[in-house]
């Protein structure tokens, strides 16, 4: 089957303090690669950007990093599933020759008119079959609660966040999870030395729109697994009020040292009570 192909450019302010393409950034390429192919690559399907379209979920698996070029990525898009009322698009991003990530984005097109989720008619059905080309699935990541020992960071919604239908983007999500999940690292991890923990894998699952308020939403963040030297966290987009999640997240991040003691014990803090490989208080 055929795949789409997108040149997504390469931009200087994407780039975060270690001098790569920020992880949260993939997402912008992976939309720009997915509205281009409701416009241009397959007919019939463009309407759905102006009708509604949902982003359920994603799954992003970081395989090489990206630095700053001349030259644009080149993220080759296709549709993995197929169904009646949702469609899930997968992703390759190339640096050159380099595979740098592989995602998927489970999508649900909506009726905004009525406010409610409908099925694929006939044009997009036929639209997306020519692209549907399933591939190895990605790992699935245990979906967990935060507990009540999470770490909580407040979240203030900027109104340049919002997209065309008014809601937050689904790309911010991602930009929210790293800001609190940075305030932990930061708090509990020894940056000396040049020491750069990498994110390998992040999936994001979308339960609820956000809109914007004055008010500020929390992310609320445990520690779910220990290794040597990684760890693995899941967050909540909240609010702290009604208690609604409005997103659940996992993270997966790997340091090229091992963790020290002192590091595990600081990890531990914002731990699960049945969290593997923590150390015992």
Same mark, same amino acid.
């Given at each position: 089957m055929p795949r789409f192909l997108y040149s997504s450019p390469r931009r200087w302010g994407d780039l975060d303090a270690q001098g790569h393409v920020n992880n949260a950034v993939y997402l912008d390429h992976l939309q720009d690669a997915r509205v281009a192919f409701l416009h241009a690559g397959a007919p019939g399907l463009a309407d759905m950007l102006r009708t509604g379209v949902l982003v359920v979920s994603h799954q992003v698996e970081y395989l090489a990093p990206v630095g700053y070029g001349p030259t644009p990525l080149v993220v080759q898009t296709w549709i993995d599933a197929l169904g009646a009322s949702r469609f899930t698009v997968g992703y390759e991003i190339f640096d050159g020759e380099t595979l740098a990530a592989r995602a998927r984005t489970t999508l649900v097109p909506f009726d905004l008119e009525v406010g409610r989720v409908r099925r694929l008619n006939d044009v997009e059905r036929a639209a997306f079959q020519a692209y549907l080309d399933p591939a190895e699935p990605l790992r699935p990541l245990p979906k967990v609660g935060v507990g009540e020992g999470a770490a909580r960071y407040p979240l203030t919604v900027r109104w340049s966040d919002l997209d065309a239908f008014g809601h937050v983007n689904n790309v911010k999500f991602y930009d929210y999870v790293q800001e609190a999940r940075v305030a932990i690292m *930061? /708090?509990?991890?020894?940056?000396? /030395?040049?020491?750069?923990?990498?994110?390998? #894998?992040?999936?994001l699952?979308?339960? /609820?729109?956000?809109?914007?308020?004055?008010?500020?939403?929390?992310?609320?963040?445990?520690?779910?697994?220990?290794?040597? #030297?990684?760890? *693995?966290?899941?967050?909540e987009?909240?609010?702290? /009020?009604?208690?609604?999640?409005?997103a659940r997240a #996992?993270?997966?991040?790997?340091?090229? #040292?091992?963790?020290?003691?002192?590091?595990?014990?600081?990890?531990?803090?914002?731990?699960?009570p049945d969290a593997t490989g923590v150390p015992a208080a």
């Open positions: *930061t /708090a509990t991890l020894d940056w000396s /030395a040049g020491v750069v923990w990498s994110l390998v #894998r992040q999936d699952d979308h339960l /609820a729109p956000l809109d914007f308020r004055c008010e500020p939403y929390e992310v609320a963040t445990s520690v779910v697994a220990l290794g040597t #030297r990684s760890f *693995t966290l899941a967050a987009i909240r609010d702290p /009020a009604s208690g609604t999640v409005y #996992r993270t997966v991040a790997v340091g090229p #040292r091992p963790l020290d003691e002192a590091e595990r014990r600081a990890l531990g803090r914002f731990a699960l």
